[in-house]
């Protein structure tokens, strides 16, 4: 959002126009013939106000009941659309870029022997004034005692006359207006691009250590984690001095003090991080219990099979390509959908795996042994990232993992001894049994069948496994923990057990998903695990059904590059028009808000409807009795 | 207050998340634009240099209804027919791999540049022997399936030659050589476009500058201590390795400095490399940090020569930075700078643009692309018989001291650049830039002689 603001506002500097952020509408208004600095701060501060107002009103007032993955899928929804907006509507070559005229000077002045940039102290300076403003905001006004009391009771502030949705609609505003100025202020510094890096991660580690709290712990945060950044290089490149030995990646131990802070806080404070903003307690979509598993396997194993033999390599490749996909967001159904945790370090787990299982064939180990290894490599790391999920849960978990995920991303999947750094590994033959299953062949024959059948034998087995899972014993326990952890303590589970368990399986599945991809590609290279991929997966999960095995299968079938989008590109003869992020991204916001059950959700009820309707249901199966004798409210419905 | 932390909790979470995507995406994006640019500031620099905000019309350009005049004045002279002569045989189709219409960056110039070229030999110049090229642009969609995607279907519409874009995976490239297809010029980042045994290049990238920065700072300037700035990421950092190896051997003494690819604020960065007091400090930022670059040095108040990529160079970073910043500074360039005479590859390439570019600026890595058309055109023209994949491999690699397109002339032997064998005419030309003025400094450097020691 605040990306945007920033391009609107040097747009308007410099034309005067609005550019509009919604598709369909004109590109632009031309407001002003002659804007000043005044009237385009002006300028930019409404339209932040009004954006922040109308996110808050059409996408996160709506979610306040959802699940934080559907709020994590609705923001993803919204960043894809706002980027795709910048990207579309504001050149970034050629002759009808706009100059930035910067807002602050930046002539160099000398500070304690040093010389600075006048806008970095300046910006410092209004950062600690904006934090003594918005402290003094809500500890003084009516307004700032009225968001603290909606804070500490909803309901009674309610009752009180206070109106916690204005509030938070105001509260919107005040945020938006706030990115959106820093990121006009910062771009001096930091830049301007469609994918602009705001260091949003180590303004949220600051965050994190206030507690979200104190504007003055955050500032202070804010400025100090910089700083340590900064020292952090000067101690490493200083070819005098020797604290930091040289094999350490500098600038990925830079990325990291971040990380860190956020792991540290968000395990120091376990789960007293606040979480509030959900009015009633928010519920993941039903899980339901698989059904005709034995004719669902027959059919779909046998049409993918005539397929691979008969259809041209263009689809055979994407049909490889969306059954590898279908295991990775297996592994989301198994996190998410079985047991109400959120990873978004899916891809990373993949990643490892993948890397490891070309080291491992490289010395000799058989291909299938590799397979295991590899995963269950994946599985330990999986395991080890999850261990924030037994303290924290939802938004925090998600932030926290993906705090991991940049960790292995930048230290491990990087690392030149892994995967040969950017310029990647290439995967030996793989031998199953002796037999030839690797991928490649010159020609027509290229994406060969046998490597087809090698996904689909570990898919099969996989979705099975899954399905059994959600059937015995294990998976209902999971069901009651994603229910309510406390009921399902006091019923004898052991919750932490069952968290990290659903943890390892979800990133073994991960971990195939990993190795098979690194075998179906010529070359294996880092780029393809990183972060927005995990995220991906988890939206388009989502939007297919996170509770399901045929979500999972449905969300490869939408995978990018899987059946569905190169029998569309095959039957428009081009690639997806210009819109098709902006528009993927509106229909993940509405998918959060009006489907989280996923389009397998949406099929099935419409199949179950008429026969709910004709007869009467005889028996809740709201709650699933576990063997020994408890009830889990397996949210089943 | 819990509405507001939540929400900003709950939107910095999200944000955090994607933007860490992003960010990692900036550095493979920041990357390619490094390269990118870095080629085309030839043809960029000169229109900088000549007028500041210009529009897409050039000074220095052919007229609509004389480019066939100015391709007999350019390297195409021996195929420029006497009058413009429209191809009408069976067409020759190429495939060309890019990335666009993606969240992590859109190159739509680069095809839209061969496209232009395209329609210029085929309404124009008469063709291939008469036979007119038809091309056909896909896109990777940003990931390593895609670029296979692509490649697999240009080997089964047995194209002959596919030409490159940007392709940050590269594993296209691969699928092209198990089927024995070249891969003709674009933006070389992927390792197997530096060397692939089917790449053809005629862009040396960031690691060519780093070499010739190398080389003058030790042989002109006399440097004693160097300090080299460097994104640490892929081929930015393979760069930094080779400028010190050529610094090394001349016995001078190295600073390396890595910064994160994605960061824009090079100031730390470059405090560190002014600790050591050197004579000379490499700034080998992609785009997004060139700015950053000019600032921080200038914030330091220090007197040192700075050298950047040629994409630093550009146009829109020059006009951004005060002038007083940037003067001095010194830039790689790859072909000659415009000036008085013009140069006619340039003034075609513009003239082109401008009459079959559907509005393309020419300002842009559309140069890359574009000249690689042309030396494969030239290529093309040169074959007896049948054009087929071998055919034109064995053509490119036979070529001693081609007239490359706007460029050094090249050989294909896959020996020009010690470590990237795709490279064919890896030579630089180093620049200096004053009032946002660039002249020429230097001829062309032999980068792979002296890279080879």
Excluded at chain 1, 10 to 15: A, D, I, L, M, V
Excluded at chain 1, 483 to 502: H, S, Y
């Amino acid at each position: 959002m605040g990306v945007y603001v920033a391009f609107a506002y040097f747009e308007f500097r410099e034309t005067g126009d609005w550019v509009l952020p919604i598709i369909g509408l004109p590109e632009r208004v031309h407001l002003l013939s002659r804007p000043t600095l005044g009237t385009a701060l002006t300028f930019a501060i409404l339209l932040a106000a009004l954006l922040g107002v109308l996110v808050h009103l059409l996408v996160f007032r709506p979610l306040r009941r959802s699940s934080a993955l559907a709020r994590v899928v609705a923001a993803l929804g919204l960043m894809l659309y706002l980027q795709e907006i910048v990207r579309l509507r504001f050149p970034v070559s050629g002759a009808a870029v706009v100059a930035h005229r910067p807002v602050l000077p930046d002539a160099p002045v000398r500070v304690f022997g040093t010389a600075v940039t006048e806008n970095r102290l300046l910006l410092a300076a209004f950062a600690i004034v904006v934090a003594a403003a918005l402290t003094a905001v809500f500890r003084f006004t009516r307004f700032g005692l009225a968001t603290r009391a909606a804070e500490g009771n909803e309901k009674g502030a309610l009752l009180l006359g206070i109106a916690p949705d204005r509030l938070a609609g105001v509260c919107w505003a005040i945020a938006s207006v706030l990115a959106g100025l820093a990121v006009i202020l910062i771009e001096p510094i930091a830049g301007l691009s469609p994918t602009t890096s705001l260091l949003v991660i180590p303004a949220l580690a600051a965050a994190m250590i206030a507690s979200l709290h104190s504007f003055a712990l955050a500032t202070i945060a804010g400025l100090a984690i910089g700083m340590a950044q900064s020292l952090l290089l000067g101690w490493a490149v200083r070819p005098d001095t020797h604290v930091i030995p040289g094999w350490l990646p500098t600038t990925g131990l830079q990325q990291l003090i971040p990380a860190i802070v956020i792991i540290v806080v968000l395990i120091r404070n376990g789960d007293a991080l606040p979480d509030r903003s959900a009015v009633a307690s928010r519920r993941l979509p039903p899980s339901p219990r698989p059904r005709h598993v034995t004719p669902w396997t027959i059919g779909l194993v046998a049409v993918v099979s005539i397929a691979l033999v008969t259809v041209g390599a263009g689809y055979r490749h994407a049909l490889i390509v969306s059954m590898i996909f279908g295991l990775l967001a297996l592994s989301v159904v198994v996190l998410t959908g079985y047991s109400g945790q959120i990873s978004l370090a899916q891809l990373a787990f993949a990643g490892v795996a993948g890397f490891a299982a070309i080291r491992l064939t490289e010395h000799h180990i058989p291909f299938p042994i590799a397979l295991v290894l590899a995963s269950v490599l994946a599985t330990i790391i999986g395991v080890l990232v999850g261990w924030p999920a037994t303290r924290v849960r939802g938004m925090s978990l998600a932030i926290a993992t993906l705090a991991l995920a940049v960790a292995i991303e930048g230290l491990v999947l990087a690392s030149t001894a892994l995967s040969n750094g950017q310029a990647g590994s290439a995967a030996p033959r793989p031998y199953l049994f002796g037999i030839d299953v690797g991928i490649g062949a010159a020609g027509d024959a290229n994406f060969r069948p046998a490597f087809g059948f090698l996904c689909l034998g570990v898919l099969t087995l996989a979705c099975l496994a899954v399905a059994n899972l959600r059937r015995n014993r294990t998976g209902l326990r999971w069901l009651a923990v994603r229910a309510n952890e406390r009921a399902a303590a006091a019923a004898g589970i052991d919750v932490t057990r069952a968290k990290l368990g659903a943890f390892a399986v979800s990133s073994f599945l991960a971990g195939l998903c990993g190795v098979l991809m690194a075998f179906s590609v010529t070359t294996l290279s880092p780029t393809s695990f990183v972060v927005i991929g995990s995220l991906v997966a988890v939206a388009m999960t989502y939007l297919a059904g996170v509770s399901s095995v045929g979500g999972a299968l449905l969300a490869g079938v939408l995978a990018q590059s899987g059946i569905l989008v190169t029998t569309i590109n095959e039957a428009s003869g081009s690639d997806s028009s210009r819109s098709v992020f902006a528009i993927s991204g509106l229909a993940l916001i509405l998918a959060a808000i009006w489907a989280p059950e996923g389009i397998t959700g949406l099929v099935r009820a419409r199949l179950t409807r008429p026969a709910a309707a004709s007869t009467p249901p005889t028996a809740p199966i709201t709650a699933a009795a576990i063997p020994d004798g408890t009830t889990a409210p397996a949210g089943e419905s | 207050m819990s509405r507001t932390a939540n929400h900003i909790a709950n939107n910095t979470a999200n944000n955090a998340a994607d933007r860490t995507g992003r960010r990692r995406r900036i550095a493979v994006v920041a990357m390619i634009a490094t390269a990118a640019i870095m080629a085309l500031s030839a043809t960029a620099c000169s229109e900088s240099g000549s007028q500041e905000s210009s529009s897409t019309t050039l000074p220095s350009t052919c007229a609509p209804t004389a480019l066939l005049d100015c391709a007999r004045q350019s390297v195409l002279a021996p195929y420029t027919p006497a009058s413009a002569t429209v191809a009408t045989g069976t067409p020759i189709s190429l495939g060309m791999i890019n990335q666009e219409n993606t969240v992590a960056g859109s190159f739509p110039e680069l095809s839209l540049a061969v496209k232009a070229g395209i329609e210029f030999i085929n309404k124009e110049m008469g063709g291939v022997k008469g036979r007119p090229l038809s091309l056909e642009v896909c896109n990777t969609e940003f990931s390593a399936e895609g670029s296979t995607n692509c490649a697999q279907k240009f080997v089964q519409q047995k194209v002959p030659a596919v030409l490159g874009g940007i392709d940050v995976f590269g594993n296209g490239i691969d699928t092209l050589a198990q089927n024995g297809i070249p891969y003709v010029g674009g933006i070389p980042v992927s390792s197997q476009s530096f060397s692939a045994p089917n790449s053809f290049q005629w862009s040396g990238g960031s690691q060519s500058a780093a070499v010739a920065f190398a080389w003058y700072a030790a042989e002109q300037l006399h440097a004693k201590k160097v300090s080299i700035v460097y994104g640490e990421f892929g081929s930015i950092a393979a760069s930094a390795e080779m400028g010190r190896k050529v610094l090394d051997d001349r016995g001078v003494s190295v600073q390396m400095v890595p910064y994160p690819v994605m960061s824009t604020d090079l100031s730390p960065a470059i405090n560190a490399a002014a600790s050591s007091g050197p004579d000379a400090i490499f700034i080998l930022a992609a785009d997004s940090g060139c700015k950053g670059g000019f600032d921080g040095i200038a914030s330091l108040g220090i007197e040192v020569a700075s050298f950047y990529v040629g994409a630093c160079a550009a146009p829109g970073i020059i006009s951004q930075v005060d002038a007083s910043r940037t003067n001095g500074a010194y830039f790689n360039v790859e072909g000659p700078i415009m000036g008085d005479p013009p140069i006619p590859d340039n003034q075609l390439y513009s003239g082109v643009i401008s009459k079959y570019g559907n509005g393309l600026d020419p300002v842009g890595a559309g140069t890359v692309t574009f000249r690689a058309l042309m030396n494969l055109y030239a290529i093309l023209e040169q074959i007896n018989g049948d054009i087929t994949p071998a055919a034109i491999t064995a053509a490119l690699e036979a070529t001693v001291d081609a007239p490359n397109f706007a460029g050094h002339p090249y050989t294909c032997n896959h020996r020009q650049f010690e470590g990237l064998p795709a490279v064919c005419s890896p030579q630089q030309i180093l620049a200096r830039i004053e009032d946002r003025k660039l002249s020429q400094i230097t001829d062309w450097i032999d980068v792979g002689a002296i890279y080879k020691g």
